[in-house]
């Protein structure tokens, strides 16, 4: 039989090692999150870069289309 000082120590014990538990997740899931965040900022910036050429090249392109189309029109 279990006395209350056996039953405390045993509720306590397991809200000690659900802590830790917690603890230990949370920063493995923060160093997880900042992996991931690290690598797609990585693919991110060129990606960006290209669709902003991309984005000045079809503007001017529709520029002289426009102007184009002006001028015979």
Do not use: C
Not at 17 to 42: C, D, N, P, V, W
Request: negative net charge.
């Amino acid at each position: 039989m279990l006395t209350d000082d056996d039953k405390k120590w045993i509720t306590d014990e397991i809200s000690r090692q659900i802590s830790g538990s917690e603890e230990r997740i949370g920063a493995r899931m923060e160093k997880i999150e900042t992996a991931l965040l690290t690598e797609f900022h990585k693919w991110a910036s060129p990606v960006i870069t290209r669709l902003r050429s991309h984005s000045y090249a079809l503007r001017t392109m529709d520029l002289e289309i426009r102007s184009s189309a002006g001028e015979s029109g």
